[in-house]
């Protein structure tokens, strides 16, 4: 099954894209300490607000346009003609370590201090939004892959167990589904993450997030969950186990798993974009992740000024460009899988 | 009918008693609580204090508490805010409406854009059109609703045509009747189109897929076969049968609209019960936190009823008394 919808996939010409577009980001994002230029918590408070720098092709090599200050209050820099520092590729920067294998200091690329190079421009403290960017991509681009993870397993629990072992605890199971789904979640979201953040550490936010996504999310797999295990447990196969007298926590495991997989594994990936989008929300409402953390939820919110607007740094607003990229990809993944696995579920056509 | 309404709004009171509680318990389980401002302050003497905690009731447990609530609740004392010093009651009837008139206003533009969208999409099918706006529908869909009302907050700062926020001018007190509806509309352009987006595409996906399915239906052949004009046959015969989903679609997408004005409301400081139960929360507002609460349940809840109803009196076939 698994081989054939991998198959189906790669043949699939929206798919692939799809698939290679998220390659890309996992990818920058396993690497990004690599492909940062700097720390997401370097600030340069002379260069603050800085627009992006124009990379120049001088003498066959990329230079960097060096930026003056004209109106600190105003946030203006103009560019001064004909000064441009060349920009070094696999550069000397802050220690790191490569994926966490040996101990480097060098980045992908660089230029030398005092000037700094801004492909995306830089914060009210003059940090780079560009490494933000790609620091702040390992907590949301993680947090929709442990969050699915635990609401698929919990859904599973709880939807396959009601369906199966009908009567009173479908009855409870399905009562406290409704129940949480009948809350609007952003309201449940913020009532859980005030009364839950005192037994974490502003470190545990990450932590603490995925629990609080995880204790929502469940509710509608386990609902539809459900419903595909009463269809299941009248089926043939699943009688004969019975019969045989397997245990049910084995019929469960050996005979509902693989029948709801593909199920599963389409609303994993329809899922994972609402986990990235609940995190953005929280940590936009300065719920979330806390500095000197980053993410993309809150560099948007640290995007929120006055200045900001009346200005137009539109630089700072790329991590919602971001998340959006993101969440289409996964939506249109999630819409693929959904037409091979399922190819009666195709919305409207012949 | 009767019986029908009288089952849901039955089955409701266990609900919103159950959300009650919950919430009571988390606000118990947060730390600290509404004096903790009053306290850090030393020119508040320690007996006002005290005094305060005696009102409330804060020394007790929480379900001391939760009990006394629910007692003064069921006679229609909703509590105080301890931030505004006004009654919660007073406080909701400031902030509903707002809420309410934009969750109307978004549903109605969405539903106003994605009718003729959707029919044209199924009518088009496969053309251009039905492409592009399936993209559209799609980039819709996938924009967090904060990252639009900061574009939109943007948009307005950098253009001016648009007010960045609220729901009034300051001079708006003193204009004259219809100068101050016009001034509503023009707060309210953004919000509306920030908070329906998603919605458009959600309803345009679903009038497309419906019409599809009915266009191959046997009354479409037998009023094609008649004569009945092609445009004739489209517009009014399929339209109106196609039409039922959206009905039933609209209680699933105020629950989405409620949770999404937290955002947008927030973002586009717009005076509703998102901002409200936002603020109330982050400063443990607790009666305030409850009432509003409670108050998006219960819009949420009357909302998929009025759907259930209106659905019945569309579509003829559906009883909503079963046996």
């Not at chain 1, 802050?94 to 060098?106: A, I, M, Q, R, V």
């Not at chain 1, 992740?289 to 200005?311: C, D, N, R």
């Not at chain 2, 309410?100 to 009518?123: H, N, Q, R």
């Not at chain 2, 458009?200 to 497309?208: E, F, G």
């Amino acid at each position: 099954m698994l081989r054939y919808i991998i198959r189906e996939l790669l043949r699939h010409r929206l798919g692939l894209i799809c698939l290679i577009i998220l390659t890309v980001l996992y990818a920058a994002t396993i690497l990004s300490q690599f492909l940062a230029p700097y720390l997401p918590t370097d600030q340069d408070l002379k260069h603050a607000y800085h627009p992006p720098t124009k990379i120049v092709l001088q003498d066959w090599w990329p230079h960097v346009q060096v930026y003056e200050r004209v109106d600190p209050s105003a946030a203006r820099y103009e560019p001064v003609a004909g000064e441009t520092v060349p920009l070094r590729f696999f550069a000397p920067g802050e220690e790191y370590s490569f994926l966490g294998l040996f101990p480097t200091n060098t980045h992908l690329f660089g230029v030398d201090e005092p000037h700094r190079v801004y492909l995306l421009g830089s914060d009210a403290t003059g940090r780079d939004v560009f490494s933000r960017l790609l620091y702040g991509a390992q907590v949301s681009l993680s947090i929709g892959f442990i969050g699915i993870l635990v609401t698929m397993s919990l859904g599973f629990a709880v939807g396959s167990a009601a369906g199966y072992f009908g009567r009173y605890v479908d009855f409870l199971a399905m009562r406290l589904v409704e129940f949480v789904i009948a809350i609007p979640s952003l309201y449940l979201l913020i009532a859980l993450r005030g009364a839950l953040a005192e037994y974490f550490d502003p470190e545990q936010m990450y932590l603490l997030i995925v629990l609080i996504l995880s204790l929502i999310g469940w509710a509608g797999a386990a609902r539809i969950i459900r419903g595909m295990a009463l269809s299941l447990r009248e089926r043939p196969f699943v009688l004969a186990a019975e019969v045989m007298g397997q245990k049910s926590g084995r019929i469960l495991m050996r005979h509902f798993l693989p029948n709801l997989a593909s199920y599963l594994l389409v609303a994993a990936t329809l899922s994972i974009p609402v986990y990235i989008l609940a995190e953005a929300s929280l940590s936009f409402l300065g719920l979330g992740i806390q500095e000197p953390g980053t993410s993309w939820g809150l560099m948007l919110k640290q995007a929120q000024e006055l200045k900001v607007f009346t200005l137009g740094l539109w630089w700072l607003l790329t991590p919602g460009a971001a998340i959006f990229v993101t969440v289409i990809t996964f939506n249109m993944l999630g819409d693929v899988l959904r037409d091979i696995v399922d190819p009666r579920h195709q919305m409207g056509e012949d | 009918m009767l019986a029908f309404l009288l089952r849901r709004i039955l089955s409701a009171i266990p609900l919103l008693l159950g959300i009650s509680v919950l919430v009571f318990l988390l606000l118990a389980v947060a730390p600290g609580d509404f004096l903790d401002v009053a306290r850090s302050q030393p020119d508040i003497p320690a007996e006002y204090i005290q005094q305060m905690e005696d009102k409330f009731a804060l020394g007790e447990p929480w379900y001391t508490r939760y009990v006394t609530w629910l007692g003064n609740a069921l006679q229609g004392d909703l509590g105080r805010s301890w931030i505004y010093k006004i009654p919660v009651t007073d406080l909701l009837w400031q902030r509903i409406p707002a809420t309410l008139l934009l969750s109307a206003l978004s549903i109605l533009f969405a539903l106003s854009v994605a009718i003729p969208l959707g029919v044209l999409a199924a009518v088009y099918k496969d053309s251009l059109f039905d492409r592009i706006s399936a993209l559209l529908a799609y980039a819709a869909l996938s924009v967090p609703e904060f990252f639009l009302a900061l574009l939109a907050v943007m948009f307005a700062a950098r253009t001016g045509w648009f007010p960045t926020g609220g729901l009034t001018s300051v001079e708006h007190e003193f204009l004259p009747f219809w100068a101050r509806i016009g001034d509503y509309a023009h707060h309210l352009v953004l919000p509306t189109i920030v908070l329906g987006m998603g919605s458009v595409a959600n309803y345009m996906r679903i009038m497309r897929a419906n019409f599809l399915d009915y266009v191959r239906e046997d009354f479409v052949t037998t009023a094609r076969a008649k004569g009945v004009p092609e445009g004739r046959v489209m517009f009014v015969h399929v339209l109106r049968v196609a039409i039922n989903p959206l009905v039933s679609a609209s209680g699933f997408i105020l629950a989405t609209l409620l949770s999404g004005s937290i955002l947008v409301e927030n973002v586009m400081n717009y005076p509703g019960l998102g901002q409200l139960i936002f603020q109330a929360l982050m400063r443990q507002d607790q009666f305030v936190v409850v009432a509003a609460v409670l108050m998006g349940c219960i819009m949420l809840m009357a909302g998929n009823l009025v759907a259930d109803l209106l659905l019945a009196w569309f579509d003829p076939r559906i009883r909503l008394e079963k046996n």
